[in-house]
């Protein structure tokens, strides 16, 4: 099951996990209002200044998920 998250880099909601029920976590939000996603530079960026990771990937999304 997915949830929603905070992105790290824009802050605008974004989701975390499988992927098959973003509409439902997200459905509330205008997808021009949703993190698009980024680039691995941009991702790099905010890893550094937050120090944690920043969950690209569906793997790295579970991976976080699986630890909350």
């Known amino acids: 099951m997915c949830r929603r998250v905070t992105c790290k880099n824009c802050g605008k909601p974004s989701w975390a996990g499988c992927g098959a029920h973003v509409e439902q976590v997200l459905g509330d939000v205008p997808k021009a209002q949703r993190?698009?996603?980024?680039?691995?530079?941009?991702?790099?960026?905010?890893?550094?200044?937050?120090g944690s990771a920043t969950g690209e990937g569906r793997r790295?999304?579970?991976?976080?998920?699986?630890?909350?």
């Open 60 to 68: 790295s999304k579970l991976m976080n998920w699986l630890r909350s």
């Open 35 to 50: 993190c698009q996603g980024h680039s691995r530079t941009e991702s790099s960026r905010a890893t550094t200044a937050t």
